[in-house]
Nanobody, 126 residues
């Protein structure tokens, strides 16, 4: 059974940093696609960043380019999201998602992922 467990959320002031982690179990981490999504109250879930785990190909939402970095540690079955220069509008529940092969391109679409974590809250105050 696939499980994705996020951690690392918290409350920070604007301009601060956080690093989110997502540990995957029951899943072959070194292949397929992984992604980070977020959902603010009253808004739709949106893709933040994604990675093709076999070669490290990544994408980022325009709103986080240059501030967020997605990375992976295949040996630890762990996905990361380094978030710098945080803004109040980054406040949301952040979710880790995974899609096994034959996923070849990480997507920002929610429907593009088969497995989801429970989320970790990020709150940025001004």
């Amino acid at each position: 059974q696939v499980q994705l467990v996020e951690s690392g959320g918290g409350s920070v002031q604007a301009g601060g940093s956080l690093r989110l982690s997502c540990v995957a179990s029951g899943y072959t981490y070194s292949s397929g696609c992984m992604g980070w999504f977020r959902q603010a109250p009253g808004k739709e879930r949106e893709g933040v960043a994604g990675i093709l785990t076999s070669n490290g190909y990544t994408y980022y939402a325009d709103s986080v380019k240059g501030r967020f970095t997605i990375s992976q540690d295949n040996a630890k079955n762990t996905l990361y999201l380094q978030m710098n220069s945080l803004k109040p509008e980054d406040t949301a529940m952040y979710y880790c998602a995974a899609d096994p092969p034959p996923c070849t391109v990480p997507t920002s679409r929610v429907r593009g992922y088969s497995y989801w974590g429970q989320g970790t809250q990020v709150t940025v105050s001004s």
